[in-house]
């Protein structure tokens, strides 16, 4: 008796090539490489001199950076590499040293406080302290070991809007 072969056997060592090749992503250019995906309408277009690769430079490595926050209130000020931070309990304030660090979209400064080690985040973006009529340029966040805390800062390039005194 003639043996007759299923037509499954041929079509099975064909299908998983297949399936494995639409499994795979297209390919990217090396220059997305790392980056999160997004969808094609949420990409923006790359014109030559894109600068979208390049460290924030909003505040330059020789201006003074200083910063507010309400609730509790605390605030200061960062030159060179050398942070003050201030309280209510401590007016005259506490400074640190610190490392800057320029991203795509803002700064970053990270040190050591008498209360643990902090990161401070310097984004760009219209800022509110919620007590006075200014406008501020910045918006600063604070990360401390026990909390986080929302703020905003100016510099004398790019000064706040509104009252002198809140």
Not at 33 to 50: H, L, Y
Not at 150 to 157: L, Q, S, V
Request: hydrophobic share 35%.
């Amino acid at each position: 008796m003639a043996r007759m072969t299923s037509p499954l056997r041929f079509a099975l060592p064909l299908a998983a090539p297949l399936a494995l090749a639409a499994c795979q992503q297209p390919a990217r250019d090396d220059s997305a490489a790392g980056q999160p995906a997004e969808s094609a309408a949420n990409v923006p277009s790359s014109a030559p001199g894109d600068d979208s690769t390049r460290p924030y430079d909003g505040i330059a490595p020789t201006e003074t950076l200083q910063f507010t926050g309400t609730e509790p209130f605390w605030g200061g000020e960062v030159t060179g590499d050398s942070l003050t931070y201030s309280t209510p309990e401590n007016i005259d304030g506490e400074t640190v040293p610190v490392t800057r660090f320029a991203g795509r979209g803002g700064l970053s400064f990270t040190g050591t406080l008498a209360a643990g080690d902090f990161a401070m985040t310097v984004t760009p973006g219209e800022c509110s302290d919620g007590m006075s009529d200014r406008k501020y340029p910045f918006v600063v966040t604070l990360k401390l070991p026990a909390e986080t805390r929302n703020g905003c800062g100016y510099t004398d390039r790019r000064p706040f809007t509104g009252p002198a005194d809140p």
